[in-house]
């Protein structure tokens, strides 16, 4: 009888670590999908930003072109 109870203390026990390992491993998972989209976002945002400094470069050229390729007389 002692042998059968030190078995299911083993056994209970095996399995209380299993599902610990088995939470560890789901919330290991979810932290390294969250960092994905964590970076996924950041390289988005990155994105935009370099593309709005883009166009604000690309206008200010465009304004500068236009001045100088004004006349003299029409420059302010």
Known sequence: MEILNTWVI???S???ESSVEERFLEELEKIRQNGARQ???ELEYRAIISDLLA???NAAM???RQHYLMPPQARV
Do not use: D, F, L, P
Request: no cysteine; charged share 20%.
């Open 39 to 41: 970076m996924m976002n």
């Open 55 to 57: 166009a604000q470069g």
């Open 14 to 16: 095996a399995m209380a």
């Open 62 to 64: 465009k304004s500068r």
């Open 10 to 12: 083993h056994s209970e």
